[in-house]
Every structure is written in structure tokens, then in C-alpha cells.
């Protein structure tokens, strides 16, 4: 066994040791690895085009809703995180700051944990007139949050990727709008693109993002039972407007100030798409945001080289269409299928002297491992079908895997035992906070969210008291 063959030849733990799988499989499949700097990761070329075409994705969609990208400086004036108090307050904790010494004194510099401050200072000169409003601006950028806690690659880290959308409009009900769209943008992306099922609702007042007037959130349950919110949108009502003074003047003439929203989602979205789909091979890609769809496997000795190559290559040709690539490399074809299944390459063609004769190809599905031979003039036909089943498979098992693990509690012991056996409660509650503080001193889980359109009956499940919403409840991320 070659030193090469040891260190890319299959994974180590299996994913009942959940936490240890992800750790060694987001490395071996080439997606991130550690930084030389603490709470920082590298992102490799393979788990940055997945990022790319997350990306792709977005940009598409807002774009085509009438929203433009524009970037804003990394450093934040401590004076401008001041002035929205509650934001301040809650970002403080975990802001790095730069300080910048000069004859006036000091002057201190967040590293942007998030950027509406300093947004919308410029919104506060851009905006003068009810004619330059919808203002729909959106940001691709890098986060710091300062955390310490440990560090987990695409899932904490004191820096990340996202974006960040910010709106201002003449309305409340616009804003309302606005951020409801973009959720609904985001289960799209999500659904469609990742085939990870979601659940949509808002947060409590506790879990708000610091600021909002009311927050909006897609969460995803995670194979440990712990709930990973994955995109959230809020809107801001006048928290913002007031103390940056954005101001427009309204048709009647009069001065007003605008409703904004805000919204992002981050890399951790691939830290969800390994954890919800990967198994003890490696990742299990769905085809819409696979880097590479097809991967191409000749099988041949010294003396067929040459021939079935040539094929190889012929194949390729017919399927550009798709994201193909051959393997050529001087490697084994098990050693090839290994390190193939283990970046979770949706589907492999192999392809040897006996095909070429017949005229035909093997197609190997890496979601479930069905092999199947196919007649090369129907090949393109048949890859399509593959990868279109393999996308809606990936969903399908995920929406069992949510379903299943979402049990009914209707106490504080039912929920316990929910959340022991790894599973998400739904459950009642009177909508006090004291309530919402026991279930965390009890179980450590939270109130992920209160479903859209899930009516509450029963009782609180701490109190007892009439239940005034139905929520979800489970650990987190
Ligand atoms: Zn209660």
C-alpha cells in the first residue's frame, strides 16, 4: 500500500460518531481545512466552487427581483454601532476591534460583525425623495465575530462568508413583504438547490436578531437531532431609520422615515450539506450544486491504454453539457472510486475494453450505489434522468428524516425525553419568556421557531396555560 493510498483511502469514523465524521470528512473530501490562525479556516477549491455556485444561484434570483450589489468598507466606527442600542449591546460580546490611535485621542474599529450601521449611513445621504425608494442593495462579503468558542470548519468560525442584503421602502407592509420574499427565496435556494428541507417561522422575541422588529427563519434539522438556522431575514421597522435619520420625503409632501429590512445567509450552508447528506463513504453531492456531475473512470492495462483513453475522451466530448471530468491519472480505478466517493460526486461513468466493444458504459450512482449498463448512443438521455433523480432522492430522504424526528411533546418531560432521543419537539407555549428560560435551564434547547401557519391548541408546555403559539423546539448549532 502506497503512503498516498493510506491517506485519502476511506474515512476513519463512521457517521454515528457524528462529530468526528464531519471534522475528518470535510477535510478529506478537499472542502476547508484549519487556519495557522485560531477560529479560522481555509477554504479549499472544491468547497469554494460550491460556495460559487450557492452564489450563482442568489445573485440571479435577486437580481431578477430588482436588487444590486455594492460593497462597504470591513471597519465600523464604534460610534455607529452605538446608536442602534440594542444592536450594540448584542453584537458587543463578540466584536474584534481595531484601534486607531491619533493626536485627538483613540478611535475605535469593529470589524464588521454585520453591516447595517454602517449601511445605512450612506442610506442616510442616498435617500431624500419617496422616488428613490424601493433602495434594494445586497453585499458579498467576509464576517468576523470574535467567538470563543471552539471552532468547527463552516459551522463557527470567527470568519466567514456571506451575504447581506439591505432594503429601505416607504412602507411598513413593503418592508413585511420584502422579507417574507426573501425567505421564501431562501426555501427555494435551499429545497432546490441543496435538497435540505427547512422549516419556516419566525423568532422569539429572545432570539430576534438585535434591532429587528421581527425576525424570520428557515431552520434545518441537523442527523444529531440539533436544529441549524440557515438563512434568516428581519425586518427592521423604523429601528434604524430613526437613529441614522433616513429620511424621505413622501408624496403628501412630508418627511418620513424608512422601513428597512435585513437578510443573509453564510458558508454554513456547506457545513449543512455535508452533515445532512454525506455518509461513512464521504459526501453525497446533490447534482445542482456539485462542482463536478460526472466523473469519468477508463479501466484499462498497459496494452489497452491508448484505445479505451481515446473513448474516454469521446465520451466526454458528448457529455459537456454537464460538469464532467475524466480521470486519467496513473491510480488504480478502486483507488479512483474511492477518492470520487468520498468528494460525493453525484454520478461515475466507467468505461474499459469490453464496453468499448459492446458499444456501452457503466453508470454508478453515488447517492445508493445502483449500477447500471447503458448503451452509449443513450447515455446523455439517461445521465440527465440520473442526476434529476438523484436531486429530488437527496430531498425526499431528508423530508423522511425531518418528519421522523419531529415528535410532539406536551410537557416539560416529554420534551426532555425528545430532545435525549435526538429529536425535535413541537409543542405549545403561552409566549412568556420565563416559560421560554425554563425550557433552556431544563433541556438546553430553544425555541427555534413559531411556524407560519400552524394553529396552537393544548397548553403551554411548562405552565400549563392556554398555548398562544405552536413552537419548535430542539438544540442548536
Ligand atoms: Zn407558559
Given at each position: 500500500m502506497s503512503r498516498k493510498k493510506e491517506e485519502t483511502?476511506?474515512?476513519?469514523?463512521?457517521?454515528?460518531d457524528f462529530s468526528e465524521w464531519y471534522n475528518e470528512l470535510v477535510q478529506k473530501a478537499g472542502l476547508a481545512e484549519y487556519a495557522p490562525v485560531a477560529g479560522c479556516m481555509v477554504i479549499k477549491p472544491y468547497g469554494y466552487a460550491m460556495w460559487e455556485n450557492i452564489q450563482a444561484w442568489f445573485d440571479m434570483k435577486i437580481k431578477a427581483t430588482g436588487h444590486k450589489n455594492a460593497y462597504f468598507p470591513l471597519f465600523i466606527p464604534e460610534r455607529f454601532l452605538k446608536k442602534e442600542a440594542k444592536h450594540f449591546e448584542g453584537f458587543m460580546p463578540e466584536v474584534a476591534w481595531v484601534v486607531e490611535e491619533t493626536e485627538k485621542g483613540k478611535e475605535r474599529f469593529a470589524?464588521?460583525?454585520?453591516s447595517e450601521t454602517i449601511i445605512y449611513d450612506s442610506y442616510s445621504r442616498w435617500i431624500r425623495s419617496w422616488r428613490d425608494l424601493p433602495l434594494l442593495l445586497n453585499q458579498w462579503c467576509n464576517i468576523v465575530r470574535w467567538e470563543q468558542t471552539a471552532t468547527r470548519l463552516f459551522l463557527r468560525t470567527r470568519e466567514f462568508l456571506w451575504q447581506e442584503g439591505h432594503t429601505a421602502h416607504t412602507t411598513e407592509k413593503e418592508a413585511e413583504k420584502e422579507a417574507r420574499m426573501i425567505l421564501d427565496m431562501y426555501k427555494e435556494l435551499l429545497e432546490t438547490q441543496l435538497a435540505i428541507p427547512v422549516l419556516a417561522g419566525e423568532k422569539t422575541s429572545k432570539e430576534r436578531f438585535a434591532g429587528a422588529l421581527r425576525t424570520y427563519t428557515l431552520e434545518a434539522l441537523m442527523p444529531d437531532g440539533r436544529a441549524l438556522q440557515m438563512g434568516t431575514t428581519h425586518n427592521l421597522g423604523q429601528n434604524f431609520s430613526k437613529p441614522f435619520n433616513i429620511k424621505f420625503l413622501d408624496r403628501d409632501e412630508k418627511n418620513r422615515y424608512v422601513w428597512q429590512t435585513s437578510w443573509g445567509f453564510s458558508t454554513r450552508l456547506i457545513g449543512a450539506l455535508v452533515m445532512v447528506h454525506g455518509d461513512d463513504k464521504g459526501l453525497v453531492l446533490p447534482p445542482k450544486l456539485a462542482p463536478i456531475q460526472i466523473v469519468i473512470i477508463p479501466i484499462f492495462t498497459n496494452k489497452t491504454r491508448k484505445q479505451v483513453l481515446k473513448e474516454a475522451l469521446k465520451l466526454k466530448k458528448e457529455l459537456e453539457k454537464f460538469l464532467v471530468e475524466l480521470d486519467?491519472?496513473?491510480?488504480?480505478p478502486g483507488w479512483k472510486f474511492n477518492e470520487w466517493e468520498m468528494k460525493g460526486v453525484p454520478l461515475r461513468i466507467e468505461i474499459g475494453p469490453k464496453d468499448i466493444k459492446k458499444k456501452q458504459a457503466v453508470l454508478v450512482r453515488r447517492d445508493n450505489g445502483i449500477k447500471k449498463t447503458i448503451k452509449q448512443s443513450k447515455l446523455e438521455r439517461e445521465v440527465s434522468k440520473q442526476l434529476d433523480d438523484i436531486q429530488k432522492s437527496l430531498l425526499t430522504k431528508a423530508k423522511k428524516f425531518l418528519t421522523g424526528s419531529t415528535v410532539d411533546a406536551k410537557n416539560l418531560a416529554g420534551l426532555e425525553k425528545a430532545i435525549n432521543n435526538k429529536k425535535m419537539a413541537r409543542t405549545g407555549w403561552c409566549g412568556s419568556q420565563e416559560c421560554e428560560d425554563s425550557i433552556q435551564d431544563k433541556?438546553?434547547?430553544?425555541?427555534?421557531l413559531i411556524p407560519f401557519k400552524e394553529k396552537p391548541k393544548g397548553k403551554c408546555m411548562v405552565c400549563g396555560s392556554r398555548a398562544k403559539h405552536v413552537v419548535y423546539v430542539a438544540k442548536q448549532y
Open positions: 483511502q476511506g474515512l476513519k469514523h463512521n457517521k454515528k470589524l464588521r460583525p454585520t486519467d491519472r496513473k491510480y488504480t433541556t438546553a434547547a430553544t425555541i427555534r
